[in-house]
C-alpha cells in the first residue's frame, strides 16, 4: 500500500475542507485533501450565496478576497414581505454592518485556485474512505485512488465532508447525541440570465407560500419558491416557475419582473440537524458534515466558516506546540455559535412559510411577526444582528 503523511488529513474538499486547507497551509502546516467528486462537479452545484461580514474577512485573511473585492455586491439591507406589506432590514443602520452577495460557486473556485498556487496535494474521486486510529498518537486515512488502496498517515483528521461523509459516522452511535427537525417542504431554486426584480434581496411570505428573490450579479438572478417534498424539479417548466414567482412577491416587484429561460433547476429540502460533539480524538468535524440548517436564514456555508475559524486557530496552537487548550474547547465552542444560528434559521423558517397541514392560528402568528418587525426596531435590530451574522 502507497503511504502518504501529512499534518491535518481534511476529509472533503468543499467550501469548509478548502478554506481549512488554505488557512493552515498560510501558517505553514501541511495538508492533504482527499474529495470524493471531480473537480467539476464540486464547482457545479450551486448553492449559498450570502456571505457574513466575519466570513468575507475570513476569506481576506485567508489570502482569497481579490476577485470577491472586485465582483460581490454588499448589501446594506433585505426587505420582508407578506401579500399586505414590505418591511426594509436596514442592516448598516441597525448593526453598522453588511453581508457580501457572492456565490458559494465562487468562493470554491477561488479557494481551488489558491491551493494550487500553494501546491497542495488535493486528491480527487477518492473513495472507500476509512478513518483509523483516533486514540493514537497518529492516526491514518486508508482510501481508494486511481485503482490503488493509499493509507495517509496524520496527526488530526479534519471531517469537512457534508452531511452524507463519513466523518461523522465514524464516531460510535453510542457517543453522538443528534437533533433533527425536518420540514415539510422543499426549495426549488433556479438560475436565470437576467436583472435583478430588486435592488436587494426580498424574503416573501405570500399566501401562496414563500418566495425569495436574490442574484448572484447584475444580469444573473437566483430565485426560489417553497414547493412540495414530493415535486421534481421536471413538474416545473420555466413557465410554471415565472408564474408562481410572479405571484408570490410584492406586485409591484412582480409588475417589474423580468423572465428568462433558467440555466440552472434544483430542489432542496429544508431540514434542521446537528450532531454532538465535534471531536473524537483526533477527528473535528466542520460545516455540514455535523449540522445542516435550512436554507432561509442564510446560514449553511456562514456556519461553516465560523467552525474553521474556531479549527484553524485550535490546530495551529496545538501543531506549533502551545497546548491542546484551543482543540479541547472546539467542540463546546463552536456548539454554542451553531445553535444560535440553529435558532435563526428555525425562526425564519417559520416566519416565512406555509406548512400544508396548518391552521389559521399559525397564518396569524406569522401577520403578527412581520407587522412588530414593522413597528418596533428592536425586533429590526435583533434580526439583523443575526442576518449580518453573530461574532466568531
Ligand atoms: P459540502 O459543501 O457538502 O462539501 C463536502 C464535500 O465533501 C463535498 O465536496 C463532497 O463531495 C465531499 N465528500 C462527501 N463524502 C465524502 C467522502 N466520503 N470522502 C471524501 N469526500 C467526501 N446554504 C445557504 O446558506 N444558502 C443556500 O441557498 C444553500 N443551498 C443549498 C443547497 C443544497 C442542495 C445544499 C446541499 C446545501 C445548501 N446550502 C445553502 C448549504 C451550504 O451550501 C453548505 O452549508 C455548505 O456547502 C457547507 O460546506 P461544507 O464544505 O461543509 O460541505
Ligand atoms: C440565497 C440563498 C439563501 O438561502 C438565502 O437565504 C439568501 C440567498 C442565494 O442563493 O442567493
Redesign the pocket.
Known amino acids: 500500500m502507497t503511504t502518504l503523511t501529512t499534518q491535518v488529513a481534511i476529509?472533503?474538499?468543499?467550501?469548509?475542507?478548502l478554506l481549512l486547507s488554505q488557512l493552515l497551509n498560510r501558517a505553514g502546516i501541511e495538508t492533504v485533501i482527499?474529495?470524493?467528486?471531480t473537480r467539476a462537479h464540486?464547482l457545479s452545484?450551486i448553492?449559498?450565496?450570502?456571505l457574513e461580514w466575519g466570513t468575507v474577512e475570513l476569506l481576506q485573511v485567508a489570502g482569497v478576497d481579490a476577485r470577491m473585492q472586485r465582483e460581490g455586491i454588499p448589501h446594506d439591507g433585505c426587505y420582508m414581505t407578506d401579500d399586505e406589506r414590505m418591511v426594509h432590514i436596514d442592516f448598516l443602520e441597525l448593526t453598522g454592518k453588511r453581508v457580501m452577495v457572492y456565490g458559494?460557486t465562487e468562493v470554491t473556485a477561488d479557494l481551488y485556485a489558491a491551493q494550487d498556487a500553494m501546491g497542495t496535494t488535493v486528491l480527487h474521486e477518492?473513495s472507500d474512505?476509512e478513518i483509523l486510529d483516533l486514540d493514537q498518537p497518529r492516526s491514518a486515512v486508508e482510501f481508494t485512488h486511481e485503482g490503488t488502496r493509499k493509507r495517509l498517515e496524520c496527526l488530526y483528521v479534519a471531517g469537512?465532508?457534508?452531511?452524507?461523509?463519513?466523518s461523522r459516522k465514524t464516531i460510535p452511535e453510542h457517543k453522538r447525541q443528534e437533533f433533527e427537525r425536518v420540514y415539510p417542504f422543499g426549495w426549488l431554486?433556479i438560475l436565470s440570465e437576467t436583472p435583478p426584480v430588486n435592488d436587494e434581496l426580498i424574503y416573501s411570505n405570500s399566501r401562496h407560500g414563500f418566495a425569495l428573490a436574490s442574484m448572484r450579479n447584475s444580469n444573473l438572478v437566483r430565485y426560489y419558491v417553497q414547493v412540495s417534498l414530493t415535486d421534481k424539479v421536471e413538474d416545473w417548466s420555466d413557465q410554471r416557475f415565472w408564474d408562481e414567482f410572479s405571484r408570490r412577491i410584492p406586485s409591484d416587484a412582480a409588475g417589474r419582473l423580468i423572465t428568462g429561460p433558467s440555466i440552472e433547476k434544483?430542489i432542496?429540502p429544508l431540514r434542521s440537524f446537528v450532531s454532538e460533539p465535534l471531536r473524537w480524538g483526533n477527528l473535528f468535524l466542520?460545516?455540514?458534515?455535523a449540522h445542516?440548517v435550512p436554507?432561509t436564514g442564510?446560514?449553511?456555508?456562514?456556519?461553516?466558516a465560523s467552525d474553521v475559524y474556531y479549527l484553524h486557530e485550535a490546530l495551529i496552537e496545538a501543531l506549533s506546540g502551545r497546548g491542546t487548550a484551543g482543540i479541547d474547547a472546539y467542540s463546546e465552542k463552536a456548539l454554542s455559535r451553531i445553535w444560535k444560528a440553529m435558532r435563526f434559521s428555525w425562526q425564519m423558517t417559520l416566519m416565512l412559510h406555509r406548512f400544508d397541514d396548518e391552521d389559521a392560528f399559525a397564518a396569524q402568528m406569522r401577520r403578527a411577526t412581520l407587522d412588530h418587525l414593522a413597528h418596533s426596531e428592536t425586533a429590526r435590530r435583533d434580526l439583523a444582528e443575526n442576518y449580518i451574522g453573530l461574532p466568531f
Open positions: 476529509i472533503g474538499g468543499g467550501p469548509s475542507g482527499l474529495e470524493r467528486s464540486v452545484r448553492r449559498a450565496g450570502i458559494q477518492v474512505v469537512c465532508d457534508g452531511f452524507h461523509g463519513v431554486g434544483s432542496a466542520v460545516g455540514d458534515a445542516i436554507p442564510a446560514k449553511g456555508l456562514n456556519l461553516a
